[in-house]
């Protein structure tokens, strides 16, 4: 129905809709008229918002109002760093306002984790699982809470961990992470642009 009024869909899902178009709020009121025929009813929750969608289930919505809402796996949990968290939302909003701004971001974040001086934006915080008690170390038994970076990611049968900025970080690793969300922001932003 909504591609049939001129709409395109950008994420669904068993209890939700999100779509562009240039009357959206006229596809709605249709599309609600419609489906009162089978007592079936919506209800608008968001409109004149931004939307990436990056994975099924997995998006960032930018309301009106200045909220920023994530969702999956890709955008949040307790495994995500702040540049995930923070950086990449922030990020993509300057990519839909000015693009030579948002590579101007990018390149300082570039440096900035080249130059070692990054660690608290790619630090995670977790709980040590039972089975995670020889990745980390044993100075830390299963449930303690533990903010690190990785400083060697897996060599030989350990990942040797940074427990603060002055320990530094691999940098090489984080690197290739970096330039791995900033491929996949693009491809998905300035694709729809």
Same mark, same amino acid.
């Given at each position: 129905?909504?591609?049939?009024?001129?709409?395109?869909?950008?994420?669904?899902?068993?209890?939700?809709? &999100?779509?562009?178009?240039?009357?959206?709020?006229?596809? &709605?009121? =249709?599309?609600?008229?419609?489906?009162?025929?089978?007592? &079936?009813?919506?209800?608008?929750?968001?409109?004149?918002?931004?939307?990436?969608?990056?994975?099924?289930?997995?998006?960032?919505?930018?309301?009106?109002?200045?909220?920023?809402?994530?969702?999956?796996?890709?955008? %949040?949990? %307790?495994?995500?760093? %702040? *540049?995930?968290?923070?950086?990449?939302? =922030?990020?993509?909003?300057?990519?839909?306002?000015?693009?030579?701004?948002?590579?101007?971001?990018?390149?300082?974040? %570039?440096?900035?984790?080249?130059?070692?001086? =990054?660690?608290?934006? *790619? =630090?995670?915080?977790?709980?040590?699982?039972?089975?995670?008690?020889?990745?980390?170390?044993?100075?830390?038994?299963?449930?303690?809470?533990?903010?690190?970076?990785?400083? *060697?990611?897996?060599?030989?049968?350990?990942?040797?961990?940074?427990?603060?900025?002055?320990?530094?970080?691999?940098?090489?690793?984080?690197?290739?992470?970096?330039?791995?969300?900033?491929? *996949?922001?693009?491809?998905?932003?300035?694709?729809?642009?």
């Amino acid at each position: 129905f909504i591609e049939q009024h001129g709409g395109k869909i950008v994420e669904c899902d068993t209890d939700g809709i &999100f779509y562009t178009a240039t009357d959206g709020e006229a596809i &709605f009121d =249709a599309l609600s008229e419609y489906l009162k025929q089978i007592n &079936f009813s919506i209800e608008l929750e968001v409109k004149n918002a931004t939307m990436l969608a990056s994975h099924k289930k997995n998006y960032i919505l930018y309301l009106d109002n200045g909220k920023v809402i994530r969702k999956g796996s890709v955008w %949040r949990g %307790r495994d995500k760093n %702040r *540049l995930v968290r923070e950086w990449a939302p =922030a990020y993509i909003k300057k990519l839909s306002e000015n693009v030579d701004e948002a590579l101007k971001m990018e390149n300082e974040m %570039r440096e900035l984790i080249s130059s070692g001086k =990054a660690w608290h934006w *790619l =630090a995670v915080t977790k709980n040590v699982a039972k089975n995670e008690t020889s990745l980390l170390s044993k100075e830390f038994k299963a449930g303690d809470k533990v903010r690190f970076c990785y400083k *060697l990611k897996k060599t030989g049968k350990h990942t040797q961990i940074s427990l603060s900025p002055e320990q530094g970080y691999d940098i090489k690793h984080y690197l290739v992470e970096f330039e791995k969300l900033v491929r *996949l922001i693009k491809s998905i932003a300035l694709k729809t642009r």
